[in-house]
Nanobody, 121 residues
Framework: QVQLVESGGGLVQAGGSLRLSCAASGSIFSISSMGWYRQAPGKEREYVAVITSAGITNYADSVKGRFTITRDNAKNTVNLRMDSLKPEDTAVYYC???????????????WGQGTQVTVSS
């Protein structure tokens, strides 16, 4: 069993900052990438950022320059530092890990339960 648990969401005023964390636990052999997605009310889930095991990062254009993704491979955790937050950043943020649970298994996608981020104007 693999679990991803997010934390750090909350309510913040526009221009403020929040830090999200996600910890993966369970039967994990390797994690190739970890990332964040978000889903606003009435909208589809969208990509936010990803970081590979080598530390290569990629961001959605909407958050580039404002959000920073980091990862601790030893602890199987990923963080998302969100600065200069805007009301349009309001959404449920989901952590995603692409991982293998053994040396011979394929990679699978695992998702966290989501954490609410609300940015007031």
């Amino acid at each position: 069993q693999v679990q991803l648990v997010e934390s750090g969401g909350g309510l913040v005023q526009a221009g403020g900052s929040l830090r999200l964390s996600c910890a993966a636990s369970g039967s994990i052999f390797s994690i190739s990438s970890m990332g964040w997605y978000r889903q606003a009310p009435g909208k589809e889930r969208e990509y936010v950022a990803v970081i590979t095991s080598a530390g290569i990062t990629n961001y959605a254009d909407s958050v580039k320059g404002r959000f920073t993704i980091t990862r601790d491979n030893a602890k199987n955790t990923v963080n998302l530092r969100m600065d200069s937050l805007k009301p349009e950043d309001t959404a449920v943020y989901y952590c995603k890990a692409v991982l293998a649970y053994s040396s011979t298994s394929a990679n699978y996608n695992y998702w966290g339960q989501g954490t609410q981020v609300t940015v007031s104007s």
